[in-house]
């Protein structure tokens, strides 16, 4: 067994009784792995006909599915081309059971790296905005990346403490927050985790994790949902938060979240509905879940226009009905961006909406970003390779390639099966490579 602080292992012994063996024998056993469809690239449906590995469904999410650890789904080109993230299991419960309908506006409060934000873009499905935001501007650079490979076009990535988006008071219809904690959920699969738990445990994380949620609560609208989450078991954490901002906020209140076999109940009175994930109890490390609702009706959001300006002759290769929003020249970088409304100067912004590319000396040079974004439909012309196509892996490790004679000079998007994965030079007979140094495959 994995060595973990005696004190810890007294806590588990109060918290689960007849249980805490089970537990302590779950820490000898391997981890789980799993994957999330990106089904804003592909539906789950069409990803199964195609997909190489061996999988298994994960009960509490339609599109999760468990992975054996030999099948090394990042080494794929389907991993490059963003058609899935990789996600512990049982993390994949938080955004899954927040309602999030089309033309909503979402905050992410503790977003990174933005397996969970990817999800809630997922149901917005390129409608409405996502505010993600990650107090760490290390972090938030991962969540950003994270987002651009996904493909998101609506999301604001934000580095700031919680409490300087008061200005937002009942402005989002969403909020998850998956909160920053002791991490006790997963000491079997990162057992690094332990050293920070012996520096700082549940008294540290647990001030705030009240602060954070009542700031976040002040930003929801009425009728407006809020899911609280944390990877750690401790009720100092978690059910003790939960109380705490009913206490504080009375026109919250706790909404049952569906059980699927091996979840437990919350273990205080007002707290029965939320979900608790043990790993003795289901396939993954651990999740406790929290589903809360604002008093009032929800209120429908319209649909937020989109203004085409300022556009270079690059465009006319992409499909009109792509490019929502606004669209932006910043010193010859262009964005677009979803029209907010919101007042983020003084903010600490990394991204607005989807950074397209920006002018060079010579032409316009698209990013990456857009690459992710765009699908095989949406530009002309594109460069459609199978996966066992050798010239797949000589793309994304930055190398020439060679491309039909049809092809037309300029621009290219290179795709796999269909999906992108970037954009090259067309020149005579070769492909001038324009893949990432960053995004190599290794």
């Known amino acids: 067994m994995i060595e973990v602080p005696q004190n810890y292992l007294n806590e588990m012994k109060d918290l689960l009784k007849e249980e805490y063996s089970a537990y302590l024998d779950s820490l000898d056993q391997r981890p789980y792995h799993g994957l999330r469809v990106n089904t804003s690239k592909i539906s789950v449906e069409d990803f199964l006909k195609i997909s190489p590995f061996s999988l298994r469904p994960i009960p509490w999410t339609e599109d999760g599915f468990y992975y054996e650890e030999e099948d090394r789904p990042a080494k794929h080109?389907?991993?490059?081309?963003?058609?899935?993230?990789?996600?512990?299991?049982?993390?994949?419960?938080?955004?899954e059971v927040l309602p999030v309908y089309e033309n909503d506006k979402v905050l992410d409060c503790c977003a990174a790296p933005g397996g969970k934000t990817s999800k809630l873009a997922n149901k917005l499905d390129?409608?409405?905005?996502?505010?993600?935001?990650?107090?760490?501007?290390?972090?938030?650079?991962?969540?950003?990346?994270?987002?651009?490979?996904?493909?998101?076009?609506?999301?604001?990535?934000?580095?700031?403490?919680?409490?300087?988006?008061?200005?937002?008071?009942?402005?989002?219809?969403?909020?998850?927050?998956?909160?920053?904690?002791?991490?006790?959920g997963m000491f079997r699969k990162e057992p690094d985790l332990i050293r920070s738990y012996l520096e700082k445990d549940s008294s540290c994380y647990s001030p705030i994790q009240k602060q954070i949620i009542l700031s976040a609560a002040k930003m929801l609208k009425e009728g407006g949902t809020m899911v609280y989450s944390t990877c750690t078991f401790s009720p100092q954490e978690n059910e003790e938060v939960i109380e705490y901002v009913l206490e504080n906020v009375p026109d919250l209140k706790v909404l049952p979240i569906q059980k699927y076999p091996g979840f437990a109940d919350g273990i205080t009175e007002h707290t029965k509905g939320c979900a608790r994930l043990y790993p003795h109890r289901i396939e993954g490390e651990g999740h406790f879940v929290a589903l809360l609702q604002k008093e009032g009706i929800r209120s429908e959001n319209p649909s937020l226009p989109s203004i085409h300006?300022?556009?270079?002759?690059?465009?006319?290769?992409?499909?009109?009905?792509?490019?929502?929003?606004?669209?932006?020249?910043?010193?010859?970088?262009?964005?677009?961006?979803?029209?907010?409304?919101l007042s983020l100067q003084g903010l600490r912004i990394l991204r607005s909406g989807l950074y397209l590319g920006e002018k060079g000396k010579y032409r316009f040079e698209p990013s990456q970003a857009l690459a992710y974004a765009l699908d095989k439909e949406s530009f002309d012309p594109i460069l459609d390779l199978k996966k066992d196509d050798p010239r797949v892996l000589k793309y994304l490790k930055c190398e020439t390639i060679s491309v039909p004679e049809s092809l037309k000079e300029g621009y290219i998007l290179v795709c796999v099966d269909g999906f992108p994965l970037g954009f090259g030079i067309l020149k005579g007979k070769q492909l001038k490579n324009r893949y990432p140094a960053a995004y190599r495959y290794r």
Do not use: W
């Not at 080109?77 to 955004?95: K, V």
């Open 77 to 95: 080109p389907y991993y490059f081309a963003g058609l899935y993230y990789l996600q512990e299991p049982s993390a994949m419960l938080p955004a």
């Open 126 to 184: 390129h409608t409405g905005l996502i505010l993600a935001n990650d107090i760490s501007v290390s972090r938030a650079q991962i969540l950003l990346r994270t987002l651009e490979t996904q493909g998101v076009t609506n999301a604001f990535v934000m580095a700031e403490d919680i409490t300087k988006l008061d200005r937002f008071e009942q402005t989002f219809d969403s909020i998850l927050i998956d909160a920053p904690c002791s991490g006790e």
């Open 309 to 341: 300006n300022n556009l270079d002759p690059f465009f006319d290769q992409i499909d009109p009905s792509f490019l929502k929003g606004e669209i932006l020249n910043r010193k010859e970088k262009f964005y677009s961006e979803p029209i907010s409304n």
